[in-house]
């Protein structure tokens, strides 16, 4: 559209086309959508600051996204993840598969990271012991 590329999500029971365009960049689709539009919205918010991300941060979340659906839907959506970018070189639209291996590592950081987040602020968090009463 207007010689760049676009998101348009066609509704399945219509086929009626909807431009996604500003806050709602995204779309999910397919056996998996339940789980993955809230962690869509999540990946959104936390790491795009729910604005249309640079391609590196897009990529890291669309793998973290369909890795933690893949993780919670087994049997309905499957490893490998493939992912791909589109974008113009010499005015052709050209896809290209990405290679993922190091957002597996990043993905198992960050969830590492956010694990041990919680758990310290639960324990600086607990009260002091009473004291001890004289004997």
């Known amino acids: 559209m207007k010689d760049g590329p ?3 999500e066609f509704a399945t029971n219509d086929f ?6 500003d806050k709602l960049f995204f779309v999910s689709m397919g056996s998996g959508q339940m789980l993955a539009d809230p ?4 990946v959104s918010k936390v790491l795009w600051k729910n604005k249309m991300p640079a391609v590196d941060e897009a990529k890291f979340g669309v793998y973290w996204v369909l890795d933690h ?3 919670l839907a087994p049997g309905k959506v499957g490893p490998p993840i493939r992912l791909a970018t589109l974008r113009k070189v010499e005015n052709v639209w050209v896809a290209a598969e990405q290679d993922t291996q190091e957002f597996a590592q990043y993905v198992d950081e960050i969830e590492q990271h956010i694990g041990k987040f919680i758990r310290a602020a639960v324990e600086e968090a607990l009260p002091n012991p009473p004291p001890v009463a004289p004997a």
């Open 6 to 8: 676009f998101l348009a």
């Open 16 to 21: 009626q086309p909807e431009i996604k365009t």
């Open 39 to 42: 962690f869509l919205a999540f």
């Open 69 to 71: 659906t893949i993780k």
